[in-house]
Nanobody, 122 residues
Framework: QVTLVESGGGLVQAGGSLRLSCAAS????????MGWYRQAPGKQRELVAG???????TYADSVKDRFIISRDNAKNTVHLQMNSPKPEDTSIYYC????????????????WGQGTQVTVSS
């Protein structure tokens, strides 16, 4: 089994910075894409940023040029550096990873973190 544990969420002032981290652990054979999603009350979950196994990144238009996603394959971790956050960025942020494990055979599926609250004050 695999677990994703997030850290770094909290309260931040607009214009400040915050760094989210997510570490995957368990019987991991390989990790494909990893990413960060967010879901605010009454809204659909949306992709904030994604990154492939070789480091190619994709960002939502709303966070482009402000947030940076990165990963450390040796540590099975992914980070989201949130620079100049805005009140509109307030949401619950979820870590996601597509992971291959070996149980009775090889299996690949998406795993999700528990979510961490990010609140941006004016």
């Amino acid at each position: 089994q695999v677990t994703l544990v997030e850290s770094g969420g909290g309260l931040v002032q607009a214009g400040g910075s915050l760094r989210l981290s997510c570490a995957a652990s368990g019987s991991i054979v390989s990790i494909n894409a990893m990413g960060w999603y967010r879901q605010a009350p009454g809204k659909q979950r949306e992709l904030v940023a994604g990154i492939t196994s070789d480091g190619s990144a994709t960002y939502a238009d709303s966070v482009k040029d402000r947030f940076i996603i990165s990963r450390d394959n040796a540590k099975n971790t992914v980070h989201l550096q949130m620079n100049s956050p805005k009140p509109e960025d307030t949401s619950i942020y979820y870590c996601n990873a597509r992971i291959t494990t070996r149980v009775t055979g090889m299996m690949t599926r998406d795993y999700w973190g528990q979510g961490t609250q990010v609140t941006v004050s004016s």
